[in-house]
């Protein structure tokens, strides 16, 4: 079954408006997580490295004070889309790692957003 | 910096036939790679990796790759298609454990019965 669980699915809001993304580990506990955006027929680009209890890592080009990172516990990573604009409707996607044993990543199934 | 090319979008095999996509990186430290399928409006499955040892990796549902370090390659390969194997491929290396994933374009496998 699954072992990393994201909410909402998927999220349609106004344009100007925040959303918060969940992303939870459901069995394991996750010392790293990344966040991905994937916009339609393209492949996953990284956004953030995140680290629990630490500051996430931005990759070049993404805007750390629009899209808020916060890894408050072992199990759960929040993706912030702040004042969100048509632009921002993708595909996202968290994986974590886990704090022991395999270096697997474990992918969530994604939320897709829709800024009108 | 990391790499991944995949070569071809799209790829259309029959039922039964060979399947085969390609996937080069270039990577300034021996690379961690994989191969992830994802299914219409689902989450990524890994389908095999490569991190040490033997360069040939079988993974689930029939498929296999083969690092080819002096192609700098890892092509997947599965036998026979069948229709269920319809979906999008991705490609991606890391620089070790539990670091980031960087993805390739992703490859859409069509299956004709």
């Known amino acids: 079954g699954a072992v990393v669980s994201q909410h909402p699915s998927w999220v349609i809001c106004k344009s100007g408006t925040s959303v918060k993304i969940e992303c939870r580990s459901l069995d394991f506990q996750a010392t790293t997580m990344f966040w991905y955006r994937q916009f339609p027929k393209q492949s996953l680009m990284l956004m953030a490295t995140?680290?629990?209890?630490?500051?996430?890592?931005?990759e070049q080009g993404v805007e750390k004070d629009k899209f808020l990172i916060n890894h408050a516990s072992l199990t759960l990573s929040t993706l912030t889309v702040t004042s969100a604009h048509p632009e921002d409707s993708s595909f996202y996607i968290c994986?974590?790692?886990?704090?022991?044993?395999?270096?697997?990543?474990?992918f969530g199934p994604g939320t897709r957003l829709t800024v009108l | 910096a990391q790499s991944v090319t995949q070569l071809g979008s799209h790829v259309s095999v029959s039922e039964g036939a060979l399947v085969l996509l390609r996937c080069n990186y270039s990577?300034?430290?021996?690379?961690?790679l994989f191969w992830y399928v994802q299914y219409p409006n689902q989450g990524l499955q890994l389908l095999l990796k490569?991190?040490?040892?033997?360069?040939l990796v079988k993974g689930i549902n029939g498929f296999e790759a083969e690092f080819k370090k002096s192609e700098t390659s890892f092509h997947l390969t599965k036998p026979s298609a069948h229709m269920s194997d319809a979906a999008e491929y991705f490609c991606a290396v890391s620089e070790g454990a539990g670091t980031a994933l960087i993805f390739g374009k992703g490859t859409t496998l069509s299956v004709s019965s």
């Open positions: 995140s680290n629990e209890g630490s500051k996430a890592t931005y």
């Open positions: 994986s974590e790692k886990r704090a022991s044993g395999s270096d697997e990543q474990f």
């Open positions: 490569y991190t040490t040892g033997a360069t």
């Open positions: 990577s300034s430290v021996p690379p961690y």
